[in-house]
Protein backbone atom coordinates (compact mmCIF):
# COMPACT_ATOMS: atom_id res chain seq x y z
CA UNK A 1 0.00 0.00 0.00
CA UNK A 2 1.38 3.42 -0.77
CA UNK A 3 2.22 5.97 2.40
CA UNK A 4 -0.04 8.55 2.82
CA UNK A 5 0.65 12.23 2.97
CA UNK A 6 -0.86 14.41 5.51
CA UNK A 7 -1.31 17.96 5.44
CA UNK A 8 0.07 19.87 8.28
CA UNK A 9 -1.69 23.07 10.11
CA UNK A 10 1.19 25.57 11.41
CA UNK A 11 0.13 24.76 14.89
CA UNK A 12 1.27 20.71 14.96
CA UNK A 13 4.69 22.22 12.94
CA UNK A 14 5.57 24.93 15.89
CA UNK A 15 4.69 21.58 18.24
CA UNK A 16 7.36 19.57 15.96
CA UNK A 17 10.16 22.20 16.30
CA UNK A 18 9.46 23.89 19.52
CA UNK A 19 10.93 21.64 21.96
CA UNK A 20 9.68 24.20 24.92
CA UNK A 21 5.97 23.01 23.92
CA UNK A 22 3.92 20.73 25.74
CA UNK A 23 3.34 18.14 22.79
CA UNK A 24 6.45 18.43 21.28
CA UNK A 25 7.59 15.12 22.16
CA UNK A 26 4.42 13.56 21.17
CA UNK A 27 4.04 15.24 18.17
CA UNK A 28 7.76 14.26 16.94
CA UNK A 29 7.11 11.00 17.96
CA UNK A 30 4.41 10.76 15.43
CA UNK A 31 5.65 12.35 12.44
CA UNK A 32 9.03 10.68 12.86
CA UNK A 33 7.63 7.21 13.37
CA UNK A 34 3.93 6.73 12.05
CA UNK A 35 3.68 9.56 9.59
CA UNK A 36 7.18 9.80 7.80
CA UNK A 37 8.81 13.48 7.07
CA UNK A 38 8.49 12.82 3.42
CA UNK A 39 4.65 12.26 4.19
CA UNK A 40 3.85 15.79 5.00
CA UNK A 41 2.35 18.67 3.20
CA UNK A 42 2.06 22.14 3.92
CA UNK A 43 -0.51 24.63 2.20
CA UNK A 44 0.35 27.84 0.52
CA UNK A 45 -0.98 29.40 3.11
CA UNK A 46 0.75 27.41 5.85
CA UNK A 47 4.09 28.29 4.19
CA UNK A 48 3.81 32.30 4.75
Known sequence: MAAQQIICDT???IDYFD???ARHNETKHIIENNIG???ILFSAITKL
Open 37 to 39: LDN
Open 19 to 21: EKK
Open 11 to 13: DVM
